[in-house]
Structure formats: C-alpha cells, structure tokens
C-alpha cells in the first residue's frame, strides 16, 4: 500500500502542482510531511503533543503561502520546512524558558525484571526525549536531525545555516551529553556491562 | 570515560535509545490523522486560484514565507481595484482635463479660480510663477 498517492513525485513537483491549484497534490503533500514535521516538533519540544500540532500547522501553513513563488532547484521542500519547524520550536521553547526539571518529570519505566520489550522501547524512548531536553537548543537540534531524522551533515549544515565541521562539533557535544545524562539509567533501562 | 555496554540485542552506546525513539513515533495515531485533516483543509484554503498569483521568494528562513504581493501580480490587484481598464482610461482622462484647466482656464472660469474673485493673476503684479514649481518638476524628470 503507497503511503501515498503519489509516491512517485518528488515534494517540488507535488508543491509546484498544489501551486497551479491541483488539490490531490494538496493531500499528498499532507500526508507525506505531517507526520515527519510532526515528529520533528515532537522531539524538539520535549514530547508537548498540543504544541508540536500547533507547530506542525504553523509550518505547513507556511509551506502552503509559499508555493506560488517556489523557485524549483532553489531550496528542498523538506530541508526548508526542517528549518521553519525548528525555529518555530526554537521561539516557543524560549517563551517558556522554566521548562520542567528532569527530575520533575514521571519516572518513564516501570523497573521490573520482566517488563515487556514494548515498555523497554518504550522507557528508553522517553529516556531519550528527556535527555534531549536538557541539550542546549542547537545541540537537539543537529543530533535529532542527525540521529533521529536521519539526514545528512550536509543537509543540515543548510537547515542550521553552518557549517558541515560545526555540524559535527555540535552533534559530537550533544551525544557526549546525552551519554552522561544517560549513564545513570543503564541498569533500569536494561543495559549490562560489557566487561 | 564510561565501559562500552551493550543491551540484549548487542546495540551500544546511544544506538539503542535512537532505535527505541524512532521505533515509538512510527505508529499512527488518531490524533495525528486529525491534525492531518486541519492542515489538508488550510492547503485546499490557501491553494491560489487561477488568475490571482503572488511573488514570494521562499530560498530559506522561516520568514520567507510571508512576502507581499508584488511585480507583474500587484499590478493586476491594484489594477482590478480600480476597475479595471475603462476605469483606468477614466481616470487618465479626468487627470488630463484638470492639468488643462489649471493651465488655459476658460473665460468663464477665470474668476472662480481667483482667490478674490476678480480678475486672474498677472505673472508681473505678483512675481512669482504659478506654474514654475510644475515647470521644475518636469525638467527634473
């Protein structure tokens, strides 16, 4: 089953079609990057789902102003609405400044011996999000976009407006954090020592 | 630096916790398809409308997205505000008559146009020009 109708056509050419009012390309386009944008903003924003959805419209929104003027071969559907996403995400974290304290937040798991490998998926997932949240914004920013989005240091050298080596610096840094920040669960989230 | 650790399934370091996470925001959700359907509703709301086209440039920046219309596009909006065409030519004709009016008044309209109401204004009891400001404007392009 395509995920879409149009799994074929690459996102300009479905937003050059939206642009000349074709509205299947309007529904193609929505479903293919609602739920990247959405994760996205997910992750960004500490996991906040109401917040992430407004995000998410806000960003697409602007996609949809912007197509009339797309200029093909300018700039990727997707890498520019990695970069409004974030900095959306960026303007709303800095509104709410006094965000939750790590250990305010709900113990994720559950630390029986023989929880589920759901809820360890689960735990390590939200393991994951929390530490996220305590990165300093550009250092989320690039390992999510690295790590979890999968994308390219080029790629997001264009999204963060950098360069490729200060790329790798901040998602170098971002990682040896999240590893500090991550270490003191191990024995909970069902890690053992190696030797 | 802390030992190498693996889980049950031989993933090290931060691998495991990035699997994890991206094996969790795979599922769909009835949440996501409502937000899904709100953001294909604002597309079918914004998508333009033949004849009526705008001139963002998006390269990227979030700011991009918002530009005003402009060239070719805002001259077909100001243009249809006005009325169109016949309109425009109404307006052009009307502008042409008062520039000839002010500049050869008729007889009859001469003392209408005098601030006292009698006679009309000689370039020597006054000294100074009438037109001369329209005559600068000109030769300054």
Known sequence: MPYDAMTDRADEELLAAYARGDAAAARALTLRLTPRV???ALRMLGGDRAEAEDVTQEALLRLWRAAPGWRPGEAQVRTWLYRVTANLCIDRLRRRRSGPALDELPEPVDDRPSASE???TRARADALQQALDRLPERQRQAVILRHLEGLSNPEIAQIMDIGPRAVESLT???KRMLETLLAGRREELGYQDDG | MMAERKDDSGQT?????FSAAAAET???SAALTALMARIEADALREMPRAGLRT???PGLGAGAAQRPLGGRAGWREALAALGGWPALAGLAAASLVGVWIGAAPPDGLAPLLSPLGAGTFVLDETGVDPLSGFDLALLEG
Do not use: K, S
Not at chain 2, 13 to 17: E, S
């Open chain 2, 13 to 17: 370091g931060l691998d495991a916790y």
């Open chain 2, 26 to 28: 795979e599922a769909p």
């Open chain 2, 55 to 57: 001139d963002p440039v």
């Open chain 1, 118 to 120: 759901a809820m360890q």
């Open chain 1, 172 to 174: 170098a840094r971002g």
């Open chain 1, 38 to 40: 959405f994760a996205h």
